[in-house]
């Protein structure tokens, strides 16, 4: 299985950057992984918060391929444990071509991002920064990965 993770915006701090690409590094060992990088849209002080988001969104739909499964990150999402998380991923290893995870930008998802997701995954009830949602998220899926081969990584 492909996993993909699809964010808007670079990470422009260098530090966070470094530990990302480390963990990238690490799930290359596990599955193949990569991420796509949508550019921040230009001139966005003329644009609503709604406009931001459709744009956004079809950026992030012409990444995606009909037997894609989608899985957005976003706050309403359901909620997981490390170890039900690597459930959760190892079923749909078995199960899908292609896992696409999506980081959306400052206002989220546009309707039509949301409906052609399959699923929506919360990292935390608490607001993160897009930064540290993707070194979070990275080091999540790494977790999961040392998890489903039984590595000392995850204790509990």
């Known amino acids: 299985m492909k996993t993909l993770l699809i964010q808007v915006g670079k990470t422009t701090d260098k530090h966070i950057a470094a530990l990302i690409d480390d963990y990238c590094a690490r799930i290359g060992h596990y599955l193949s992984f ?88 919360s990292l935390s009830a608490m607001t993160f920064s897009h930064q540290m949602v993707r070194l979070i998220f990275v080091e999540q899926l790494y977790r999961a990965c040392t998890i489903i081969k039984g590595e000392p990584y995850h204790h509990e």
């Open 34 to 121: 990569d991420m796509v990088t949508i550019p921040e849209l230009k001139g966005t002080k003329s644009l609503s918060e709604d406009q931001q988001k459709e744009r956004e969104g079809e950026l992030i739909v012409r990444q995606l391929t009909p037997s894609d499964t989608v899985a957005l990150l976003d706050e309403h999402g359901m909620t997981f444990t490390s170890v039900k998380f690597s459930k959760w991923l190892e079923r749909k290893q078995q199960t899908s071509r292609r896992l696409v995870f999506v980081i959306g930008g400052p206002y989220g998802f546009s309707a039509q991002v949301k409906n052609r997701a399959n699923e929506m995954i």
